[in-house]
């Protein structure tokens, strides 16, 4: 399904922070108390800052009217299937937390480029972007 415009790609990302979210405090709930479990405490709260960032973006710009098309962006490459993962294994969360968070490193990365004609949007993306580096970053260390 292709991401045409603006709005589809903040309430793309906003969508994947969302089940992301969702994904975190389900481990959260099956996981014993432990490093995972606390770092996923982490991520759920820097997934509440991020869909509240892209929703600030979105409300602060919306009034551009940003109707420029977007080509050759589409939500299929960034799908991860999150359906089958054991959330009461710390290894799987982990590795599945990897993918999503290595998922979003790269969606707004293209994001960015192909809202760089906004720069104020393409910047939010940017930082979104460096946001996910650090995360990843911290990953390494579980």
Known sequence: MPLKGFGVILTFAETIETENKDFYLQGTSQLPEGEVKSFLYELIKEKEKQIKQVQRVRREN?????????????????????????????????ETARKIEERNLNYYREAAKKMKSHPEVASALQQLEKKQKKLLSKMDSL
């Not at 919306?62 to 959330?87: H, W």
């Open 62 to 94: 919306v009034a551009e009217m940003i109707l420029e098309p977007v080509e050759g962006f589409t939500r299929d490459r960034f799908l991860v299937n999150l359906s089958g993962v054991n959330a009461a294994d710390p290894g799987a969360v982990v």
